[in-house]
C-alpha cells in the first residue's frame, strides 16, 4: 500500500490485483491501518462506526466535523462513481489551522483518504452518482 501524507491527512492507495475477470484488493486490514498511523506520528486509533452515503450529481456534503470530546476521524472511499473530497483542518493550534486538501477518491482509483479528528470533512459528487463508505473513531453526537 503507497500513503501520502498531506499535512496530517493520509491518502492510502492499496496494491489492487486486476485482470479480464474484474478486481481484487484488501480494503481494510486493522493491524496494517495501525501500523500507518504510527508510522505517521498519529494517534492510535479504533474504528466504531461505519457509514454509507449515495449522492447525484453535483451535491456537496459537508464541510462535516465533531468537536471534542467527540472528534471524528474518518477513513473514506468511494466505491461507486467519482467524488472531489475535502479535508480543512480546523485544530485552532495548528500550523496547518484553515488549510485544506482535496483529492479525488473513485471507484476506478480505489484510494481511501484518512481524515484525522480535528478537520471538517466534505465531498462534491462529480459522477452521475457517488457511492461513499467511510468509517468513523467515534459515534455521532448531536451535542458535539
Known amino acids: 500500500m503507497q500513503v501520502e501524507d498531506l499535512d496530517g491527512v493520509l491518502l492510502f492507495t492499496p ?11 484488501e480494503s481494510w486490514n486493522q493491524q496494517k491501518f495501525l501500523e500507518l498511523l504510527q508510522i505517521h506520528g498519529q494517534k492510535v486509533t479504533e ?14 456534503r459537508g464541510l462535516h466535523y465533531q468537536l471534542p470530546p467527540h472528534a471524528q476521524g474518518k477513513l473514506v472511499r468511494c466505491v461507486v462513481g467519482e467524488i472531489l473530497d475535502v479535508a480543512v483542518d480546523i485544530r485552532c493550534n495548528s500550523h496547518t489551522f484553515g488549510k485544506s486538501q ?38 455521532w453526537s448531536r451535542d458535539s
Open 47 to 60: 474504528f466504531v462506526q461505519d457509514n454509507h452515503s449515495r449522492s447525484c450529481c453535483g451535491v456537496l
Open 15 to 25: 496494491k489492487v490485483f486486476g485482470d479480464e475477470r474484474g478486481f481484487f484488493y
Open 102 to 139: 482535496t483529492v479525488v477518491l473513485s471507484s476506478q482509483n480505489h484510494k481511501q483518504l484518512w481524515v484525522p479528528p480535528g478537520f471538517a470533512h466534505g465531498f462534491l459528487t462529480l459522477s452521475e452518482n457517488a457511492e461513499v463508505l467511510y468509517k468513523t473513531t467515534d459515534f
